[in-house]
């Protein structure tokens, strides 16, 4: 049995918290004293009904304003595979949160009321989940019992969903009619639309091939730890410890370590001390090198055959994170790509984009809070890279600033 | 010093990777990064079996060397004695520096008032000893077991959770956590709370315990032990916890499912006595961790969130 993160996106009154709720109640995956206390919060509400999305809303304030402010996590399994949810505000105003909750999702849920069709909104979710390189977008169609589970109502939205997907960077999508509130088509199948023979959502959660999605040909890892315990029988060990980033490493391999050129070959690699012969994606483990050279923290171990880009200018699209400054060109700030960290310059924002129209701006002088734009930057040490839609694990980077030690950007490397 | 290997789990990762593998290859790097961005981390280490998770994952991250920091635990004096034994053989075991700071001590150094009555826990003040403690040593990274299944407050916190120098948690302003691009950054006197198996559930630790092989403090396991029933939980009949008129004293056949402070631990009745056993009780419970033993969380519906904004994890 394997993992499946989703994020799910929408705007307040999607239905979105709704839907999570729908989905672990239907599953029998919400406890005897959690519904209770649900039952309790929602009588004190005044709303008299049962309000599934309580289950979601973690913070005082978020229980107050009855909105999602920040990212959620739920966990939750059938029998065939294991789920964390990623629950993420839709509001303009949260798009850095849905930055966050996209980033490590294999699938994206995207909600549109059936009674508004593609929205404003919509359109942001979309392209953020594009821009994140998310590889499996399901559409969900919701409140379709308020427009009396019209088939025409349906295939309206799908349509004008297909012309705004058709502009992006959706490798699978698929587009279901759902109403959450009544548990149509979410985990049993609607017997209110017997005209939509698709999927239920559970289904395509359940089915969809996420180990495909990973980068198994560009052997990358990067160096977090040098592990040297110095003792008597392990006087001479260096083993360098790291997670693959993608590809596969094996004993024997030729590499070369980045960004200092120099080439080896793989001696040994171990996992918990032992001795393994291979190691594949995301597998942490410890590799130990034929010849004895200066690696450390924040080097990459390639294959030597295949090689990132390794450069000093860097061109990214980023979404701006910070509510208090804004980026300008001249900014310095931290870059941290991989386990690596380097100082860098803003050189240019070569143009913004409208998130919700998909133009693009020129001669902006500055970004925002989540703002979404182009730009240049200048590191002071050579960075290894791989464009960001090519490998995810390699193509990303944070900015940080330097004085507060806040994440403030969000980068996707081209 | 090597693990023992487990056979299933090394097949398992050429095929499509179990979730227990994946689980585990997070921790790990979340442990590492944890060493590779921090000058002195510590692991905060109770015996129960949440940090007992967290040693066993941060022996594989950093085999065949030692962990490269210490365990260290806050003790409210009201433990269970069993996970106190646990801890000190596993610390002397596994050859790590164990920190032992007593929330006793904090009491009466700076004449804190503990709260008294039938219900009376230390676990709020086990905060003051904390920050103590990391002060003490100047930690800039404490490594806990808190998952975000727990709660709902912790389903919001982030992996790696920024605490200014008053070890506070700002919900509204957290930083954002994308891709494994943990930031580590601070300034001198703040620290970072860093949870690594925030993405673990109650069952998948178990599930963990017991395909590592690893033993447990025997309280984990059904034993008979006599017990106040108060309001329908049962806690463990202790001088710690101040006896009520209307308490009833019980003798049950009971296991804990969380070991935390007695003060604020019940007991759940249950005939499991292995690991199999435990993790089909819980597989078909009904009830989440915490709703069934925490005393705690249940006094407001924020609970949770307002002890983490002052400080504690």
């Not at chain 1, 307040?12 to 206390?37: H, P």
């Not at chain 1, 499996?136 to 109502?153: C, P, Q, R």
């Not at chain 1, 160096?223 to 590809?247: C, F, K, N």
């Not at chain 2, 494994?180 to 998948?204: A, C, H, M, Y």
Request: charged residues 30%; negative net charge; hydrophobic residues 40%.
């Amino acid at each position: 049995m394997d993992l499946l993160r989703f994020i799910t996106a929408g705007s307040v009154d999607d239905g979105k918290s709704t839907l999570i709720g729908r989905l672990l109640y239907d599953t029998k995956n919400i406890l005897a004293d959690q519904m209770e206390a649900i039952e309790r919060a929602s009588k004190s509400r005044n709303t008299g009904e049962i309000d599934l999305a309580l289950l979601t809303d973690g913070l005082r304030s978020e229980r107050e304003q009855g909105i999602t402010i920040d990212v959620a996590y739920k966990y939750f399994q059938t029998p065939n595979r294991k789920f964390i949810s990623i629950d993420a505000p839709g509001h303009i105003q949260y798009t850095r949160n849905m930055v966050t909750g996209a980033s490590n999702a294999d699938l994206a849920i995207i909600l549109v009321d059936a009674r508004h069709g593609v929205v404003e909104q919509t359109r942001r979710h979309s392209l953020i989940a594009s821009m994140l390189g998310i590889p499996h977008v399901i559409v969900a169609i919701n409140k379709m019992d308020l427009v009396g589970n019209s088939e025409d109502a349906f295939l309206e939205i799908a349509k004008s969903y297909q012309e705004l997907a058709n502009k992006l960077n959706i490798k699978d999508l698929t587009i279901i009619p759902v109403s959450a509130l009544n548990g149509d088509n979410i985990v049993d199948r609607s017997a209110n639309m017997s005209w939509y023979t698709g999927e239920t959502l559970l289904s395509v959660l359940e089915n969809v091939n996420v180990l495909k999605d990973q980068n198994q040909e560009d052997g990358r890892f990067a160096v977090q730890y040098v592990i040297r315990p110095q003792t008597d029988e392990l006087h001479d060990y260096r083993g360098y410890a790291g997670r693959v980033q993608s590809g596969t490493f094996k004993k024997g391999d030729l590499i070369k370590v980045l960004p200092s050129e120099q080439e080896s070959k793989i001696a040994k690699i171990e996992f918990g001390g032992n001795e393994i012969e291979e190691a594949s994606v995301l597998e942490s483990v410890t590799i130990l090198l034929e010849d004895d050279i200066d690696i450390s923290r924040g080097d990459n171990i390639v294959s030597l055959n295949n090689s990132p880009i390794v450069s000093q200018d860097i061109e990214a699209l980023v979404c701006w994170m910070d509510d208090r400054k804004t980026l300008k060109p001249g900014d310095k700030y931290v870059l941290q790509h991989g386990t690596a960290r380097s100082r860098c310059s803003v050189r240019d924002i070569e143009y913004q984009i409208d998130i919700n129209s998909y133009e693009k701006m020129d001669e902006v002088e500055s970004l925002k809070l989540n703002d979404v734009a182009r730009i240049i930057l200048r590191t002071a040490q050579p960075i290894a890279y791989d464009p960001y839609q090519k490998n995810r694990a390699n193509g990303a980077a944070i900015l940080i600033d330097e004085t507060s030690n806040v994440t403030v950007g969000a980068c996707m490397i081209e | 010093m090597s693990l023992p290997i487990n056979e299933a789990s090394v097949s398992a990762a050429k095929k499509a990777p179990d979730y227990l593998d994946q689980l585990e290859a997070e921790a790990i790097y979340i442990m590492r990064e944890v060493a590779g961005q921090f000058e002195r981390p510590a692991l905060l280490f109770s015996g129960g079996k949440d940090s007992i998770t967290l040693v066993r994952l941060a022996q594989k991250a950093f085999a065949p060397g030692k962990i490269p920091f210490p365990l260290v635990h806050v003790d409210t004096g009201h433990n269970f004695i069993e996970a106190i034994n646990y801890r000190d053989e596993l610390a002397e075991k596994i050859g790590a520096k164990l920190v032992v700071r007593y929330v006793e001590d904090t009491i009466k150094a700076k004449g804190l008032k503990e709260q008294t009555g039938k219900n009376a826990s230390r676990n709020w003040l086990q905060t003051f000893t904390l920050l103590d403690t990391i002060e003490e040593f100047e930690f800039d990274a404490c490594i806990g077991g808190a998952r975000r299944d727990e709660e709902k407050a912790r389903a919001k916190e982030r992996i790696f959770s920024f605490r200014d120098e008053f070890g506070q948690w700002d919900p509204k302003r957290q930083r954002p956590e994308l891709w494994n691009l943990f930031n580590g950054r601070i300034q001198k006197g703040e620290n970072v709370r860093v949870f690594p198996i925030s993405n673990w559930t109650e069952l998948d630790v178990w599930a963990y315990l017991k395909r590592e092989g690893i033993t447990l403090p025997s309280i984990y396991f059904a034993h008979e032990r006599e017990l106040i029933l108060r309001d329908g939980k049962l806690l463990n009949n202790t001088p710690v916890i101040e006896s009520d008129p209307e308490d009833q004293i019980v003798t049950r056949q009971v296991r804990f499912r969380t070991v935390g402070d007695m003060t604020c631990t019940a007991a759940v009745e249950s005939s499991a006595a292995t690991l199999d056993e435990v993790i089909a009780e819980i597989s078909i419970s009904r009830i989440s961790e915490r709703g069934e033993t925490r005393i705690d969380d249940q006094q407001t519906e924020a609970a949770m969130e307002d002890r983490k904004k002052g400080g504690y994890f």
